[in-house]
Nanobody, 120 residues
């Protein structure tokens, strides 16, 4: 089992910054992928950024250049969000994909979500 506890959401004016944190605990293994997803009412949860155990990162087009994902050696994953825009508003969920064997699908774990509101 993996537990994910998020913090750092809030309300900010457009152009401002927020930093989200997600503390992951439990059996993550050595091949886990941690990431952040955003969901707005009536829409699917979309990936924002992910980071592998080796530190490789991937961002959605809208996040590239403004957001930075990182993780430390205690499996806490961060999302530094700069130059925020109203369209960044949503509930941000931390995700852990735990890979036990590469030939098998990963196990998906989710945090409880944290609200980010960007007002103009």
């Amino acid at each position: 089992q993996v537990q994910l506890v998020e913090s750092g959401g809030g309300s900010v004016q457009a152009g401002g910054s927020l930093r989200l944190s997600c503390a992951a605990s439990g059996r993550l293994g050595s091949m886990s992928i941690l990431g952040w997803y955003r969901q707005v009412p009536g829409k699917e949860r979309d990936r924002v950024a992910i980071i592998t155990a080796g530190g490789a990162t991937s961002y959605t087009t809208s996040a590239k250049g403004r957001f930075t994902i990182s993780r430390d050696d205690k499996n806490t994953v961060y999302l530094q969000m700069n130059n925020l825009k109203p369209e960044d508003t949503g509930v941000y969920y931390c995700n852990a994909k735990v890979i036990i064997r590469p030939i098998e699908p990963p196990y998906d774990y989710w945090g409880q979500g944290t609200q980010v509101t960007v007002f103009s």
